[in-house]
């Protein structure tokens, strides 16, 4: 069963054109890693899914909602788009918590404002949430008394208390240090195990080799090539895509 189907899509920014006629599908419970170099496209066009950035051109399916780029921005189209964030979750490079909240207030507050929850049942979750993501000792920390990865893991948890369809994680740990990358992607692979459909802009190769069922390498505003990891990490077929993957390793 697809989860997102992407068909169509274009964006450019004046003279520069960033995506170029993106076609994507990405099962349930499938997890698509998203690979290239700077500049290609990549965070762009998960942007574009969620229509944080307003595609020039195509049509962005999520489960049964569907939406048209270029249309009239009414009352039906912003319904759309709000059901279309509320059923997607979004962890950024940054990890853009409330700084004057705690770790279990930042994950409350989407459920309450946003789906009218029950402060007590927001809470219940929430605290289920962080215990999940191993943070059950840093419920009460505000965002400065905790690490990187740490408020990376309740951004996470924050994406997860809205129940969402899918998840979209553009470079999840480029703004870690290394040592702190390890306890956010074991978290994004136990997620993986559960069968949440999992969409992840990022260059750490051996995450995309255990956890990945799709590698999409895109360049230029293209895909250039997709495939099994296996496939892809072993026997790309395009020369771009080789060189890219070598580049990668070298750095690691």
């Known amino acids: 069963m697809e989860v997102i189907k992407i068909s169509n899509l274009k964006k450019s920014f ?4 960033v995506l170029k006629d993106i076609n994507l ?3 349930k419970s499938e997890v698509v890693v998203i690979m290239g170099p700077s500049g290609s496209g990549k965070s762009t ?6 229509f944080l950035e307003e595609p020039d051109d195509g049509v962005v399916r999520l489960g049964e909602i569907e939406l048209e780029a270029g249309l009239q921005h ?5 319904t759309a788009v709000r059901e279309l964030r509320q059923n997607t979750g979004f962890v950024f490079q940054q990890f853009n918590l409330f700084p004057h909240k705690t770790a279990l207030e930042n994950v409350m507050e989407g459920p309450i404002i946003i789906k009218k929850m029950d402060r007590h ?3 219940e979750k929430a605290k289920e949430l962080l215990t999940k993501v191993g943070l059950a000792d840093r419920m009460e920390h505000y965002p400065a008394q905790l690490s990187g990865g740490q408020q990376q893991r309740v951004a996470i948890a924050r994406a997860l208390s809205m129940e969402p369809m899918v998840m979209l994680y553009d470079e999840p ?4 240090d290394p ?3 390890r306890e ?3 978290v994004m692979k136990e997620l993986a195990k559960e069968g949440m459909t999992m969409v992840v802009v990022t260059h750490e190769k051996e995450f995309a080799k255990d956890v990945a069922d799709r590698v999409i390498f895109m360049d230029d505003g293209l895909i250039v090539e997709e495939g099994s990891s296996a496939k892809m990490f072993n026997n790309p077929e395009q020369e771009r895509t080789r060189q890219f993957l070598h580049d990668v390793s070298e750095k690691v």
């Open 14 to 17: 004046d003279d520069n054109i």
């Open 25 to 27: 599908n990405v099962s």
């Open 45 to 50: 066009l998960l942007r574009c899914i969620t």
């Open 74 to 78: 009414n009352k039906q189209r912003k």
């Open 121 to 123: 049942k927001a809470k």
């Open 173 to 176: 740990t480029s703004a870690l």
């Open 179 to 181: 040592e702190l990358v």
């Open 184 to 186: 956010v992607l074991l």
